[in-house]
């Protein structure tokens, strides 16, 4: 299967995160009392769009893979099935098989 390919909008938020965590963060003194001690503000991206749902015919191709091989499996049981039978009744043989 392919690889689902990044939006535009994922890219820029991506690039938007990388420049925020590459750059410094700013920080902030606390009162007189502390001055050593210093906090980290952190910003957090978010976006105005709710996450967008993927809609069934996306998933296509997994239904036809599934169908697909249903009917392989199918197949196969029903040949392995013909012939054990054919086997056991003596209608088939195979030289140097003992059954």
């Known amino acids: 299967m392919s690889k689902k390919r990044k939006t535009r909008q994922q890219k820029m938020i991506t690039v ?3 420049k925020a965590s590459s750059s410094p963060s700013p920080k902030t ?6 001055p050593t001690e210093s906090l980290q503000s952190y910003n957090y991206l978010i976006s105005g769009t709710p996450p967008t749902t993927t809609p069934t015919s996306q998933y296509s191709f ?17 040949a392995e099935l013909v012939l ?16």
């Open 62 to 78: 997994d239904i036809r893979d599934i169908r697909r091989t249903t009917i392989l499996v199918a197949f196969l049981i029903c």
């Open 29 to 34: 003194e606390m009162s007189s009392s502390h």
């Open 84 to 99: 054990f039978f054919l086997l056991k009744g003596k209608v088939l043989t195979i030289p140097m098989l003992t059954y």
């Open 16 to 18: 938007l995160r990388r």
